[in-house]
């Protein structure tokens, strides 16, 4: 029903800064939250940041105050803007949208912070 694309992962160095894309598409009208996420190799994917449909926002200790997370209601797209970033921070970044009974997830884009 919702089908989510990303762009905007890459390489950078440690300090620097980038901008995660998810534009969403389908049946928009039933997602009441979107977010991203995060997994390392081996790890458990963890939670990023989220915003609701009112623009409500909530980041996981790790990132406050250097992800910034919002949405573009006009384009059904949700940004991740990712400052100060550190090599703790490498990791496939995923898009989620929450439609109440299930959750849809993007493919993933790689995020890689050297030092």
């Known amino acids: 029903q919702v089908q989510l694309v990303e762009s905007g992962g890459g390489l950078v160095q440690a300090g620097g800064s980038l901008r995660l894309s998810c534009a969403a598409s389908?049946?928009?009208?039933?997602?009441?939250?979107m977010g991203w996420y995060r997994q390392v190799p081996g790890k458990q994917r963890e939670l990023a940041a989220t915003?609701?449909?009112?623009?409500?926002?909530n980041y996981a200790d790790s990132v406050k105050g250097r992800f910034t997370i919002s949405g573009d209601s006009a384009k059904n797209t949700v940004y991740l803007q990712m400052k100060s970033l550190q090599p703790e921070d490498t990791a496939v970044y995923y898009c989620?949208?929450?439609?109440?009974?299930?959750?849809?997830w993007g493919q993933g884009t790689q995020v890689t912070v050297s030092s």
């Open positions: 915003i609701t449909r009112r623009g409500t926002t």
């Open positions: 389908g049946s928009i009208f039933s997602i009441n939250t």
């Open positions: 989620n949208a929450d439609i109440g009974w299930t959750q849809t």
